[in-house]
């Protein structure tokens, strides 16, 4: 069975400094990996995903994400935070070959000070 | 761009009544989904559909139902609403069995019940 977890349900950084949300799966399977993000008062959007191949994902907004399949992570990154990142951030992981809907982590909350 | 669109972003209903939440997808995807979104608890998936009047349950179905008529439109039922029903509420949409291709999601009902 597939999980994940998402440590800090809070993330707090200044302006300018670097997003670090860390997301950390359970699968016994090649599995494939998501981050959403989600905007006050909105639905959830795909930031990146993994699927195959580069294990280093560029996704939008300056996000990215590294799949370590020795760590079972798929932390998220941004080198400079903008106040415009102030969101809640999910990531996600399905298992090729066996149930294909997604297994959410809890969400992190990501505070931008100016 | 597939667009997925709940018909109400905010809703207030009384205890006992009967609630519809209305969701309609536009990319001819034959998965959807209703998720309850919780502080703290992430997404839970209450019932997805895989095809026109088909229905499984998710991981909180109780107090639910859903219906689907049409390919493109999923409805959830509260048959008599509880003040613990009070949540967002989140439809999505996916291509049939596609392990790597993401979910795409509504912008969110948020459901008071008083």
């Known amino acids: 069975a597939q999980s994940v977890t998402q440590l800090g349900s809070h993330v707090s950084v200044s302006e300018g400094a670097l997003v670090l949300l860390r997301c950390n799966y359970s699968s016994s399977v090649p599995p494939y990996l998501f981050w959403y993000v989600q905007y006050p008062n909105q639905g959830l959007q795909l930031l990146l995903k993994y699927t195959t191949g580069a294990t280093l994902v560029k996704g939008i907004n300056g996000f990215e994400a590294e799949f370590k399949k020795s760590e079972t992570s798929f932390h998220l990154t941004k080198p400079s935070a903008h106040m415009s990142d102030a969101a809640e951030y999910f990531c996600?992981?399905?298992?090729?070959?066996?149930?294909?809907?997604?297994?959410f982590g809890r969400g992190t909350s990501l505070i931008v000070h100016p | 761009d597939v667009k997925v669109t709940q018909s109400s972003r905010y809703l207030v209903k009384r205890t006992g009544e009967k609630v519809f939440l209305e969701c309609v997808q536009d990319m001819d995807h034959e998965n959807m989904f209703w998720y309850r979104q919780d502080p703290g608890l992430g997404l839970r998936l209450i019932y997805f559909s895989y095809d026109v009047k088909m229905k499984e349950k998710g991981d909180i179905p109780e107090g639910y139902s859903v219906s689907r008529e049409k390919k493109e439109r999923f409805s959830l039922i509260l048959e008599s609403a509880s003040t613990n029903q009070t949540s967002m509420y989140l439809c999505?949409?996916?291509?049939?069995?596609?392990?790597?291709?993401?979910?795409?999601f509504g912008d969110g009902t948020r459901l008071s019940i008083l």
């Open positions: 999505a949409s996916m291509q049939p069995t596609a392990y790597n291709q993401p979910q795409h």
């Open positions: 996600a992981v399905s298992e090729s070959g066996g149930s294909y809907i997604p297994t």
